[in-house]
Every structure is written in structure tokens, then in C-alpha cells.
């Protein structure tokens, strides 16, 4: 199974921006879509953004104008970004990469890393 490791995490204040990364094991096909999820203490894991497969971007409500993902123009890539601008406390959170095919209920098939730790505090 693919693994993947993210980094750029840290503290922020409010208004604040981070920059995060996340390198697979190994590149991973065109045909998936990528995906970036969140999940704060005591919540389930949401999904934050992807890029699907044809390169169509989604975002969550919840940071929509604010966050913008992107990957590696390669055609089978191993990189992807989320930088996050603007950010709230509510953005507090462990962020997550992982891929699979993205529809009304995305399909993660990679394993999850440990992920990158956000926290937005004055």
C-alpha cells in the first residue's frame, strides 16, 4: 500500500498562512484523485480538498476562498500541497493526505501517515 508522510505543519496566529506537503511512497497514477483531510480532537476525519483525477479541485465549505490545493504537474506524481491562508482557530486540526477516487463519497485507498499538526492561536 502506498504511504505517505506530510510536513509544514506548526503554530500560527489568526490570519496567518502555512504551506503543507505531502510526499507518497511512491508516484501514484493519474487515474486517482488526491486528497487532503483534518480531524480535531474528539471529531471524525473531514475532508478539507482534493484534486480529482481530470483535475477538477473541491474544497469544504469551511475553507473554501481560503485553502488551495495543488500537485506536481507530473503525470504520475508523488507530491501534493495545501496552502492555507487566512487561517482561524477552528482550523486547528491534524491534516492528512492520502488518494483514491474522488466522488460524493471519496474512496481513500492509500494507508494513513501520521499527519501534520496545525494549531491557529494568538
Known amino acids: 500500500q502506498v504511504h505517505f508522510v506530510e510536513s509544514g505543519g506548526g503554530l500560527v496566529q489568526p490570519g496567518g498562512s502555512l504551506r503543507l506537503s505531502c510526499v507518497a511512497s511512491e508516484p501514484i497514477s493519474g487515474i486517482y484523485g488526491m486528497v487532503w483531510y483534518r480531524q480535531s480532537p474528539g471529531k471524525e476525519r473531514e475532508l478539507v480538498a482534493g484534486i480529482k483525477s481530470g483535475g477538477d479541485t473541491i474544497y469544504s465549505d469551511a475553507v473554501k476562498g481560503r485553502f488551495t490545493m495543488s500537485r506536481d504537474n507530473a503525470k504520475n506524481t508523488n507530491t501534493m500541497y495545501l496552502q492555507m491562508n487566512s487561517l482561524k482557530p477552528e482550523d486547528t486540526a491534524v491534516y492528512f493526505c492520502?488518494?483514491?477516487?474522488?466522488?460524493?463519497?471519496?474512496?481513500?485507498?492509500?494507508?494513513w501517515g501520521q499527519g501534520t499538526q496545525v494549531t491557529v492561536s494568538s
Open positions: 492520502n488518494y483514491g477516487r474522488i466522488g460524493p463519497i471519496p474512496v481513500i485507498v492509500g494507508s
